[in-house]
Nanobody, 128 residues
Framework: QVQLVESGGGLVQAGGSLRLSCVYS???????MGWFRQAPGKEREFVAG?????????????AYGDSVKGRFTISRDTARNTLYLQMNSLKPEDTAVYYC?????????????????WGQGTQVTVSS
């Protein structure tokens, strides 16, 4: 049974940092994993993705949404079955519910409909 559980969200001031965690089970090491977010009244947005080195044969490939490049870092600890999102220099516009997701195909994709499994989300609120 696949399960993804996010944690680490909260309230932070602009310029601050947070680290989100996603503990998962039933997910193969070959799956691509990613983070998405959705703000009230807006469409779900790709934040970051990490392709497994099982697919690439070398270092994992990563991708980031334009709005978070240089500020957010995605990482994965397969020994702990945990995906992370380190968020630095947070801005009020980063306020959203953040979701962890997994793609069985192993592609590095930013399209939410390519991801097969989703967590329940964790709220991040950045105050100005």
């Amino acid at each position: 049974q696949v399960q993804l559980v996010e944690s680490g969200g909260g309230l932070v001031q602009a310029g601050g940092s947070l680290r989100l965690s996603c503990v998962y089970s039933g997910i193969s090491s070959s799956y691509t994993m990613g983070w998405f977010r959705q703000a009230p009244g807006k469409e779900r947005e790709f934040v970051a993705g990490r392709q497994s080195m099982w697919r690439t044969g070398s270092l994992s490939n990563t991708a980031y949404g334009d709005s978070v490049k240089g500020r957010f870092t995605i990482s994965r600890d397969t020994a702990r079955n945990t995906l992370y999102l380190q968020m630095n220099s947070l801005k009020p516009e980063d306020t959203a519910v953040y979701y962890c997701a997994a793609d069985r195909s192993g592609r590095l994709t930013s399209r939410d409909h390519d991801y097969d499994y989703w967590g329940q989300g964790t709220q991040v609120t950045v105050s100005s």
